[in-house]
């Protein structure tokens, strides 16, 4: 392939990159997919998934080609369906609207799909091409191959704090340590996730209601770490949306069943130490369609995501207060000698009016 042609398959398949970007917060457990149809130089039909159950990014696109669709070629960020789900499969409808040539950014790893769409597209008469701006694609969708591929979610901690890296004084005060413009991006993260994790001190302490505000976006599913049972029905994150309580096997079997008769799911896993096995938990959670776990804990449940493995990233945002004497973020952890402190990847960092926000790659 010449190299002035591939930047041409470039150029359409970042535009059904980007058409996918849309549907951002609103398809889980279905991938984000845009679908961008050309025909002689020019692009036709265009569409992206909206919600599970809703038309898929090829049905938009070829339906706005309509005619124009004959003899034309297709560009879609993740391989098309054969099989019926909550809509017809994909597939039969591009080979019968006349589409010659296709371009897939990466092959879909749900079991149904793995390789059968472009089986079946190559053996009815189309050109298919795979690998075009294929990291581009599985970036977009990683929490969609890191639930079919690992079995989890992926998981991204947050943390607010002062320069010196303390998100509270030594008290537990801690509101507000940053300023709005870093508390809108926080909120724009959750309607971005599929489920917010804090534990149980979060909730005594500041009562959140953990849900979407200063921006659009369905609210997560609310998960709370509590071993003991500790939280009081009157707490605010029950006035809207669900919630998830995590706690242990030996928690009063009295209070689980009051909370679920309030409609709060209860999901009871095994201790280590004292501490819940949060393991079994993020292992559970693709079943329960959470693909994305923003993890919005203090000290002690952001030491423990970090210290099991379970961190694919973190949204850091940094105040420009001193506190001194407070409590660190990850305060829990402690390494014998540097040697074995772990290395991090700081992907970008920009200003969020006063603020300091960075993008870390754990």
């Known amino acids: 392939m010449k190299i002035s042609e591939r930047r041409s398959h470039e150029y359409y398949m970042r535009m059904a990159l980007s058409l996918a970007q849309?549907?951002?917060?609103?398809?889980?457990?279905?991938?984000?997919?845009g679908c961008v149809v050309v025909k002689d130089g020019t692009i036709v039909g265009m569409g992206f998934h909206r919600y599970p159950g809703g038309p898929h990014a090829e049905v938009e696109a070829l339906s706005e080609a309509g005619e124009m669709a004959e003899g034309a070629t297709l560009?879609?960020?993740?391989?098309?369906?054969?099989?019926?789900?909550?809509?017809p499969p994909?597939?039969?409808?591009?080979?019968?609207?006349?589409?010659k040539r296709a371009f897939i950014?990466?092959?879909?790893?749900?079991?149904?799909?793995?390789?059968?769409?472009?089986?079946?597209?190559?053996?009815?008469?189309?050109d298919v091409t795979v690998g075009i701006l294929e990291k581009e694609a599985r970036w977009l969708n990683r929490g969609f191959f890191k639930a079919y591929e690992e079995g989890r979610p992926w998981i991204t901690l947050k943390a607010a704090s002062s320069l010196d890296g303390n998100v509270a004084l030594e008290d537990g005060s801690s509101r507000w340590v940053t300023g709005q413009s870093s508390l809108k991006r926080a909120h724009l993260l959750r309607a971005?996730?599929?489920?917010?994790?804090?534990?149980?001190?979060?909730?005594?302490?500041?009562?959140?209601?953990?849900?979407?505000?200063?921006?659009?976006?369905?609210?997560?599913?609310?998960?709370?770490?509590?071993?003991?049972?500790?939280?009081?029905?009157?707490a605010?994150?029950?006035?809207?949306?669900?919630t998830l309580i995590v706690t242990s096997k030996d928690s009063p079997s009295q209070k689980v069943e009051e909370l679920i008769s309030r409609g709060v799911s209860v999901l009871q896993v095994p201790t280590d130490s004292g501490k819940l096995d949060i393991k079994e938990l993020v292992f559970k959670l693709p079943s329960m369609e959470v693909h994305y776990l923003l993890v919005e804990g203090g000290p002690k449940i952001l030491s423990s995501f970090f210290r099991a493995g379970l961190c694919d990233d973190m949204a850091l945002f940094y105040a420009p207060k001193v506190m001194g004497k407070g409590i660190g973020m990850f305060s829990e952890l402690s390494f014998a000698?540097?040697?074995?402190?772990?290395?991090?990847?700081?992907?970008?960092?920009?200003?969020l009016g006063g603020d300091l926000s960075l993008e870390v790659d754990a």
């Open 192 to 234: 971005e996730t599929d489920a917010i994790l804090v534990g149980i001190g979060t909730v005594l302490r500041d009562d959140p209601q953990l849900t979407v505000r200063m921006t659009d976006g369905r609210n997560p599913l609310k998960i709370v770490l509590d071993t003991n049972l500790r939280i009081p029905f009157d």
């Open 105 to 126: 950014a990466t092959k879909d790893p749900f079991p149904k799909v793995q390789g059968k769409g472009i089986e079946y597209l190559s053996s009815r008469g189309l």
């Open 90 to 99: 994909c597939c039969p409808l591009i080979v019968q609207s006349g589409i």
């Open 236 to 242: 605010k994150l029950f006035n809207e949306g669900m």
């Open 337 to 351: 000698d540097m040697s074995n402190v772990p290395q991090v990847k700081i992907k970008n960092v920009r200003r």
């Open 75 to 87: 560009y879609v960020n993740l391989e098309p369906c054969t099989h019926y789900g909550r809509t």
């Open 22 to 33: 849309r549907g951002t917060g609103t398809t889980t457990p279905n991938p984000r997919v």
